[in-house]
């Protein structure tokens, strides 16, 4: 069982918006600013495209978008293009026994 | 960005031993703090230990699941992060990536800009 909740599955029609949630602990998510987003292809290793909550590493579209509220980050996809299917993992610091937790990834399917 | 390149994956039985390599270019390794990820067959990441620059006290961190039987380590003078796993399990399948925040930086060097191919260990029963 990941440490982080993500739900395991979303789905949206190309030009939609979809938000994909992350829901940790105090002792992670809540309690700290070093979350993660990552999108991964099938077959291929993660790409990172967002980092310390909001910020967007150069070279990702301004479609990809996030935020933290509490004890729960999420990750915002605007425009849904096709391109975007793909698994989406959250990864935040922890204080715990553990120095970097997962989630445990959400499948995005484009209608 | 810079490269990554694991090698070492192999199918090894349960309570052997095995020894991954990640050779990096195109980054400044000597700086680098490097982490260890992996994935099972269909399953999510999973953080497994980063060893921080030797400049920055080369402290090494592990995940709860393998504390005690996997060691990383780094060679500098070839760029080479290693992965030494012993006392294999069978929940230690997984395809192993190397991973570091360069050519960016973040505070603890957790968020992964580059990442190699992976290597995938099976260990069976």
């Known amino acids: 069982q990941s440490a982080l909740t993500q739900p395991a599955s979303v789905s949206g029609s190309p030009g939609q918006s979809i938000t994909i949630s992350c829901t940790g602990t105090?002792?992670?998510?809540?309690?700290?600013?070093?979350i993660s987003w990552y999108q991964q292809h099938p077959g291929k290793a993660p790409k990172l495209i967002i980092y310390e909550v909001s910020n967007r590493p150069s070279g990702v579209s301004n479609r990809f978008s996030a935020s933290k509220s509490d004890n729960t980050a999420s990750l915002t996809i605007s425009g849904l293009q096709a391109e975007d299917e793909a698994d989406y993992y959250c990864s935040s610091y922890s204080d715990t026994d553990t120095l970097v937790v997962f989630g445990g990834g959400t499948k995005l399917t484009v209608l | 960005e810079g490269q990554l390149v694991e090698s070492g994956g192999d199918l090894v039985k349960a309570g052997g031993s095995l020894r991954l390599s990640c050779a990096a270019s195109g980054i400044n390794f000597n700086h680098a703090w490097m982490s260890w990820v992996r994935q099972a067959p269909g399953k999510g990441l999973e953080w497994v230990g980063r060893i921080k620059s030797k400049t920055s006290g080369g402290t090494i961190d592990y995940a709860a699941p393998v504390r005690d039987r996997f060691t990383v380590s780094r060679d500098d003078s070839k760029s080479t992060l290693y992965l030494q796993m012993n006392s294999l399990k069978t929940e230690d399948t997984a395809v192993y990536y190397c991973a570091t925040d360069l050519p960016m930086h973040c505070t603890h060097g957790i968020c992964y800009k580059s990442w190699g191919q992976g290597t995938l260990v099976t260990v069976s029963s």
């Open positions: 105090s002792s992670d998510v809540g309690g700290y600013n070093y």
